[in-house]
T-cell receptor, first 113, second 109 residues
Framework: GAGVSQSPSNKVTEKGKDVELRCDPI?????LYWYRQSLGQGLEFLIY????????KSGLPSDRFSAERTGGSVSTLTIQRTQQEDSAVYLC???????????FGPGTRLTVL | RKEVEQDPGPFNVPEGATVAFNCTYS??????FFWYRQDCRKEPKLLMS???SGNEDGRFTAQLNRASQYISLLIRDSKLSDSATYLC??????????FGKGTRLHILP
């Protein structure tokens, strides 16, 4: 079946602009995660959605970052007033339930000029 | 102390050799453990879960040592295609998921 998809695959933006990154999880998966990975670095947890529970936002680096998950499916990560240090690959993953195996999307490579 | 720690490597290992690396975790409430593999500029993919009794999948063996709070991954008869970064993943009781920064493995021809 279809895996996790993300769009766009690449995004180049100017400093100060807002960007929206989209994640389509595997159908039926209740848990959805956002991570970012800077060049040569490990995965940095950003936010976690589980069913109808309040999301775990503990990893969001600043209030410029926000995410929503509509209808328990598609999620959008929004970065406002982008900064050069926001440049990274943003990865989305989903799992059948929280704590289960995570399946990753291909990521969105964000470059802030 | 970081929640999950891995030796970043790189481990440079000749083809056919056996290689092992560990991942230590600091929170004893950690519940589930996984090894993921990440190829250069690709997304992480699940390699194997780690069970309390240890588990094997072909050339790969994963073990958990709860007393010393570490998991290990052993690769036997290494292949060139095993070159990748291996990420340790620890999940706590409240579903908090922590990724290690990964261990880079280079298999040399």
């Amino acid at each position: 079946g279809a895996g996790v998809s993300q769009s766009p695959s690449n995004k180049v933006t100017e400093k100060g602009k807002d960007v929206e990154l989209r994640c389509d999880p595997i159908s039926g998966h209740t848990a959805l995660y956002w991570y970012r990975q800077s060049l040569g670095q490990g995965l940095e947890f950003l936010i976690y959605f589980q069913g109808n529970s309040a999301p775990d936002k503990s990893g969001l680096p600043s209030d410029r970052f926000s995410a929503e998950r509509t209808g328990g499916s598609v999620s959008t990560l929004t970065i406002q007033r982008t900064q050069q240090e926001d440049s990274a690959v943003y990865l989305c993953a989903s799992s059948a339930n929280g704590g289960d195996t995570q399946y990753f999307g291909p990521g969105t490579r964000l470059t802030v000029l | 102390r970081k929640e999950v720690e891995q030796d970043p490597g790189p481990f440079n290992v000749p083809e056919g050799a056996t290689v092992a690396f560990n991942c230590t975790y600091s929170n004893s409430a950690s519940q589930s453990f996984f090894w993921y593999r990440q190829d250069c500029r690709k997304e992480p993919k699940l390699l194997m879960s780690v069970y309390s009794s240890g588990n094997e999948d072909g050339r790969f063996t994963a073990q958990l040592n709860r007393a010393s709070q570490y998991i290990s991954l052993l690769i036997r008869d290494s292949k060139l295609s095993d070159s990748a970064t291996y990420l340790c993943v620890v999940i706590r009781i409240n579903d908090k998921i922590i990724f290690g920064k990964g261990t880079r493995l280079h298999i040399l021809p």
